[in-house]
């Protein structure tokens, strides 16, 4: 059955009393937010009516406008919920075939509200939601929870291991064996005894114009991203390159930030163990040695590789296989063991039986997480650590959430990227050979450029990395022109049947950046980071950086206001 946009139409889920109904979010709503960040936002605003708590508020799905157009097997998942991790309205999300799925049924986004009665799993097709039972799914991994469920071609599901049934705060949504989140959404189901949802495929399309002209586009388009710039340069790596300019630039987190740099990172990569590792038609690598292909990044292997004084990638991908599998956020746990490990090289403690000469206990300890019941030391974190056993010093968590395995007095705009909660690389700093790392002037507004980019790129359906691909030029800057960008304009402006130019795209990002800072009241208390960041210049190179946070930041919030300023003129 084919459709023209907008597609406005959602599905609003009430757990407790098992109904649901179908709701429209309104044309002019639409052709503001487009899809994505934007709209799972509004959504969330508009159904927390005055719930208090994670337990009673919405968790909000939100696809992205090329899933409606039904002809990308993965595209970008966005959720907005309130975090367990800092307790505040949050967005994150990744790349999954969940969308496409879902907008083939007629639906753009999914609300849950309130909390089951009840284990549930949620199935949902075109013709509308049913809930069945999932007591036999509990505390099962997901890998046992995939072949229990038996999905067929034509179906997806996002779902939770044993760490989300338990309320670990860093527990994430899974789906097709990745982590699609990092704000403990995971828990987040769990506390509503939802153990996943599943969708069936249904017969829905959508065309922007004719169909064979949709279809050149989007083909137009996927040839724009894998000629970029920044394209051709990480295919040659197999998306492995911020591994070697984290490396090369004193950016990485080595022995959970210790030291920043090591020669053995350059074994991080697929090329020496090719037997467990194969790259698909796009490039991609994915790891083998679990029983099922395992997408890999390169964040990934700097959390269980340097990040714990590793080096073997085999090894780093058979943590992060055990972390998936429990339903945990593969980098926050790696970041709490490499926590425990320093703690007993520093003589604080030694509780956990892990070292950094030592991983043959790693498995046992990410096995101990994902138990952990919500409020224990282990389950908290780096800052619940550093407090338990008095040692903030080497603590790693912003807000609750633990950074991403990289040191920003190598690269300080990552610095900001992470304090605003974000859990993209700088494309400035991690994506080009030009990176420009330790650059203080200007960086501020990179960091502006690159959050509505980001922002931006859910809205389309794209992974922020795609989107970068297209507007990162040689030299490292950020093209405000390409051909790419422009197909993207023109589709959009079919899809609506209005015209978006390239100014109307980057008001879409400002409008969806101040509705987030609105709801979640990001900037009602100071942006920081880890204290050693700032003030200890130990590390094993001998520049002796520190990043200088609040230049780079104040330089931010300038730029952010000049550019609230200009935008409410236009408006």
Known sequence: MEKKRPALQYLLIDLAREQWKVLSLGEETSRQLLAGAGVAIELFARHREDAEGVIASPIVFSNGLLSELNTASHCHLTIASISPLSGAV?????????????????????????????????????????????EHLIE???????????????????????????????????????????????????????????????????TAGTREQTLKDLSDLEAAITSSYIARIAHDESLMYPVRISMEKGAASVRHGSGRYDPRMKHLCFSEHPQVYSVDERGRIQYQGAGRPIPVNALMLLAFGSNIGNYDPSLAMQFVSTALESGLDPLSTARVVSWCMEASH????????????????????????AKSPAGSVLSRGTTGLGERYEASQFMTGINGKETLPVDPRGAYGQALVMALGYDYLLPSEFHTPEAHTKKIQGKGKEVLESELLYLLSTAF??????????????GRKLSTRGSGMEILQELISRLYGVTYDEESLMNVAIRTLMNYEKVSGRFADSIHVPLQWLIDVSSNLNDESTVPFTRIYEEYLHERELLVVEYAKEV
């Open 346 to 369: 520093r003589g604080v403690c030694s509780d956990f039986g892990v070292t950094y000469r030592d991983f043959s206990s790693v498995e046992d300890l990410i096995d101990q997480i």
């Open 461 to 474: 359906g794209l992974s922020d990395y795609q989107l970068f691909a297209l507007k990162v030029k040689k």
């Open 90 to 134: 949050r967005i994150s999300g990744g790349m999954s075939r969940f969308p496409s799925l879902l907008s083939s049924c007629g639906f753009h986004s999914i609300v849950l509200v309130g909390a089951a009665r009840r284990q549930m799993l949620i199935r949902i097709d075109e013709q509308g939601v049913t809930f069945t039972a999932s």
């Open 140 to 206: 099962k991994r997901i890998s046992e929870s995939l072949k229990i469920l038996n999905l067929t071609k034509d179906q997806s599901a996002l779902l939770i291991g044993p760490a989300g049934e338990r309320e670990v705060p860093y527990a994430s949504v899974m789906s097709d064996l990745s982590a699609i989140d990092r704000e403990g959404f995971g828990a987040v189901l769990g506390m509503k005894r939802i153990k996943g949802i599943i969708i069936s495929g249904g017969s829905y399309s959508y």
